[in-house]
């Protein structure tokens, strides 16, 4: 047994002062005293690690390599889709797991303290399986492991190219399964977590452009978290009208078991009545919000989604930031533009944007990892952020001020130590592998960005 004092800490119940956390051999919080006394100090004030629901690792390494105007100009978010597919024949199994290592640090360094990885750079570079067809995913697992971060692995099922049965181009090469190789890099993953409590297994058809309605509801049984990218682009809710005579979601809510498990990334573009039903399911919004400005693809209706009770937490994505405060600013800001208001997140009974931000991705990044994290509570992993309040960003706030001070003012990072299923993982702001891991990840860039 382990135990760690907070002088300040957020429990589901509110803030305390003098919280004594405990936590069991396996990372577990076994119990919670307010006003306890002894354990280990965490400097600063404690918060939940937030839980990232939504990661392409891969993509980490060409974030700021996509921004350039193509020759014929009208950038979007399919001309970036094209030379992501460019660059991302450029990984091997040892860049992939080197530069998933290096985005992982540096979100624990930030406060992320699990990831939800979407994994479809299955094959190699020319599209064959390799010897473990699971081998990718196992990669990205050795890469959680070796930063500590806690991660759900969800191997994507990916076969077509266009929405209902186009067939896939070539840059889609290495992404491509049938429903018998899919469920071989499931069972390979299954086993590599096996005993894991770190860890946790979901599935993914990536979208309705890449999977069909039968593989769908081949997937509709899975036992755990089920996420799907829908409805990110105009024209992907236009191509998804014109072949099934539905919007994205509106499919889904049609045909297929939507419910809690489920997680919807980006569910950018909803009607009313999508947004209405969507709600009604108890289904996770996960959005992106760097990511979603970065591509273009649109701003998330916040205040309707949340009138009508939505569950949502936050995703990295490509990777344009790596950071809860960074998702968090630009959620906030872009309704702040968008509706010529401000404090857009909050509620009369939250009403610091800050503190009403983290308790949804909180609850939504919790329910979208389908594992028991999100809460300093006995029963919950022993994940915790300490944020330094000494910091210049924060110095002078206190609980949810301080909150709104971490995730709206300044730049630099006032994080100063993470804790991963009991164990320490960033002190004084830095991951404590962070030279190794950063040595590695600048080799592999300088080769294949030579
Ligand atoms: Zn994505």
Redesign the pocket.
């Known amino acids: 047994m382990t135990a760690f004092q907070a002088r300040r800490a957020l429990l589901p119940e509110g803030w305390a002062s003098d919280v004594r956390i405990e936590v069991d051999a396996g990372g577990w919080i076994t119990a919670v005293e307010k006003g306890g006394k002894g354990g280990e100090a965490l400097p600063g004030v404690v918060v939940p690690g937030v839980p990232n629901l939504?990661s392409?690792a891969f993509q980490r390494a060409i974030a700021g390599a996509t921004e350039r105007r193509s020759p014929s100009g009208g950038d979007s978010f399919w001309s970036w889709r094209e030379q992501m597919y460019r660059l991302c024949a450029l990984f091997g199994p040892e860049d992939a797991e080197a530069v998933a290592a290096q985005l992982y640090a540096e979100m624990l360094s930030w406060g992320f303290t699990s990831v939800a990885e979407?994994h479809y750079l299955h094959h190699d570079p020319d599209g064959r399986p390799y010897a473990d067809i699971a081998e990718m995913a196992k990669r990205h697992l050795a890469a959680a492991r070796a930063t500590g971060i806690g991660m759900t692995v969800l191997p994507c099922l990916y076969r077509y190219g266009g929405i209902f049965g186009r067939e896939p181009n070539h840059g889609q090469r290495r992404f491509l399964n049938d429903l018998d190789g899919y469920w071989k890099i499931v069972e390979g993953c299954r086993g590599a977590i096996a005993g894991d409590d770190n860890a946790a297994l979901g599935v993914a058809p990536h979208s309705l452009r890449a999977a069909s309605a039968e593989m769908i509801a081949a997937l509709s049984g899975f036992e755990g978290v089920i996420h799907i990218?829908a409805a990110e682009q105009v024209k992907e809710v236009e191509e998804c009208v014109t072949a099934t005579g539905r919007r994205p979601v509106e499919w889904l809510l049609e045909n297929a078991p939507i419910d809690a498990r489920w997680v919807l990334?980006h569910a950018t573009h909803m009607t009313q009545a999508e947004i209405a039903g969507l709600a009604r399911t108890g289904a996770v919004a996960g959005l992106?919000p760097t990511t979603e400005a970065s591509l273009g693809d649109g701003i998330f209706a916040l205040p309707e989604w949340r009138a009508a009770g939505g569950v949502l937490g936050v995703g990295t994505?490509s990777h344009v930031g790596t950071s809860p405060r960074d998702e968090f600013r630009q959620l906030e800001t872009s309704q702040r533009l968008k509706l010529l208001g401000r404090a857009v997140a909050t509620d009369e009974a939250m009403p610091h944007p800050g503190r009403a931000l983290l308790e949804m991705a909180l609850k939504g990044g919790a329910q979208a990892s389908g594992r028991k994290l999100g809460a300093i509570a006995p029963g919950m992993r022993a994940d915790f952020v300490a944020v330094d309040d000494l910091h210049p960003a924060l110095i002078g706030r206190k609980d949810d001020e301080l909150l709104d001070a971490w995730v709206f003012n300044g730049q630099s990072n006032p994080v100063s130590t993470v804790v991963v299923g009991g164990k320490r993982v960033v002190e004084g702001g830095r991951h404590i592998r962070a030279e190794a891991i950063e040595a590695r990840f600048r080799k592999v860039m300088q080769r294949l960005f030579a």
């Open positions: 939504h392409h979407f990218h990334i992106c994505d």
